[in-house]
């Protein structure tokens, strides 16, 4: 990407902790700044892979291996790269994404015991080197996220179905995850109020706008 390409920031965590409404505001925040701002997410973000998107989360006729799975989420992120985020940010439009690869790391590795050499391949053949430039790990207890993922919708998808010891290793392997790669992946406390949490995702932006 050239210097003055967009900045991909992608939101990871576990159900529950509050992308979304940070995505909102950060959009709001980032757009106010004078940027050019695309709010998307995954798996989904254009036609083609929110129909996989559907495939993925509903409950459908038959199983789905977590292998299978995981093929299925970089197919979706393949699509998604090629249709709309690379073209956004060769064009200077900032990218803040709900979800990207740390999230197959997360479910499909540390959740579903699917081996982390092949998800490295994966991404390596769908993304080589465009990594997100900041990663905002919303970070909360998983009762709680859980707790609040139910308030959200009376019905649940194929992941928020799983037990709290599946969403316990995830939480785990995003951690694990930030801990490895402390400059890019910034920890947030997803349990601080909306405002609050707007603020301490800015401030863990701020070196990106080169200002
Ligand atoms: P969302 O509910 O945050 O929109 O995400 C949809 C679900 O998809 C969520 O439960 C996490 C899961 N997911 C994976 O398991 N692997 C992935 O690579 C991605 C992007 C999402």
Redesign the pocket.
């Known amino acids: 990407m050239s210097a003055d390409a967009g900045k991909f920031i992608t939101l990871e965590g576990i ?1 529950g902790s509050g ?1 979304s409404t940070l995505a909102g505001a950060l959009g709001q925040a980032l757009r106010a700044r004078g940027l050019a701002v695309q709010l998307t ?3 989904g973000g254009t036609p083609l892979a929110e129909r996989l998107r559907t495939l ?2 509903e409950h459908g006729e038959e199983p789905i291996g977590a292998r299978s799975e995981m093929l299925l ?1 970089f197919a979706a992120r393949a699509v998604h790269l090629d249709n709309l985020i690379r073209p956004a940010l060769r064009g200077g439009t900032w990218v803040v994404c ?4 740390d ?2 790391r997360a ?2 590795g540390s959740g579903r015991g699917v081996s982390g050499e092949l998800i490295e391949q994966l991404a390596e053949m769908v993304h080589g080197d465009l990594w997100p430039d900041r990663t905002l790990l919303l970070d909360l207890p998983v009762e709680q996220g859980l707790a609040r993922a139910r308030r959200r919708s009376a019905s649940t ?1 194929r ?2 179905d799983e037990d709290r010891r599946f969403h316990e290793r995830v939480r785990a392997g995003y951690l694990k995850i930030a801990d490895a790669e402390p400059q890019r992946v910034r920890i947030l406390d997803a349990m601080a109020p909306a405002e609050l949490l707007a603020r301490r995702a800015l401030e863990a932006l701020a070196d990106l706008w080169g200002d």
Request: aromatic residues 16%; negative net charge.
């Open positions: 159900e992308k997410r995954e798996p993925l989360l989420m709900d979800r990207f690869t999230a197959t479910y499909q998808d992941f928020e």
